[in-house]
């Protein structure tokens, strides 16, 4: 399989799946992949999808990273981002490359850790998802545990958090229940492609520090 597997070319926007791909293999993929690649992999009990991520993806992804970081940052509040860390369990037979992720209330509890467990340790608080190519999975977030999903899809942004083990759309979140976060993180993306990211980020904080004295 991992020759059949680096003869695949995965182009911008596109997906390849493969079928009954066992764990040990996964395993042995993703070391073969290596950590430092563009392609993202979702594992569902034996389906394994890797996609190339478009540019648009990939800028959506980076401002609104800097907007939740700058908004822990104006909140005081300490925070782990990891990136697209492949989060996986073995018992539960599923995995995921998230966009980005974000430990804030658990931040305490992997602080000092070079490698996760999330049979022992805990899922991220938040995790990011840019739907430009439609590859979400929220079943698989859902089975790990993971909080709170943020989903923007073609300029749709959407608050996602677990109840009793679904996924629920919520027009708050719940990290930052006291912000209209839904409009106003679409509002600043598109401001960042007119003023630019730096313009954009200093506008967000001084909003956040308004809103902070308004509370």
Known sequence: MLLELKRI?????????????????????????????????????????????????????????DLIKALLEELNT????????????QAMVQGIEHDQCFYIKNESKIRKKKRLDLTVDP?????????ITSRTHPNIYEALKVPELWRFNKGNFQINVLRDGHYIESP????????????????YLEQSRIAGRNATLKAFRLWVQKQIQEK
């Open 123 to 131: 899922p991220p608080d938040l995790a990011l998802e840019i739907d």
């Open 172 to 187: 708050q979140s719940l990290n930052f229940p006291l912000f209209p976060l839904i409009k106003t993180i679409t509002q």
């Open 78 to 89: 300490e925070f782990i981002s990891l990136g697209s860390t492949t989060f996986k369990n």
């Open 9 to 65: 070319h995965v182009p911008p926007g596109q997906r390849v799946l493969l079928r009954d791909v066992t764990w040990q293999e996964l395993e042995t993929i993703l070391e073969d992949l290596g950590e430092h690649r563009a392609a993202r992999i979702a594992y569902d009990r034996g389906i394994l999808e890797i996609m190339a991520p478009l540019p648009e993806h990939e800028y959506d992804k980076e401002i609104i990273s």
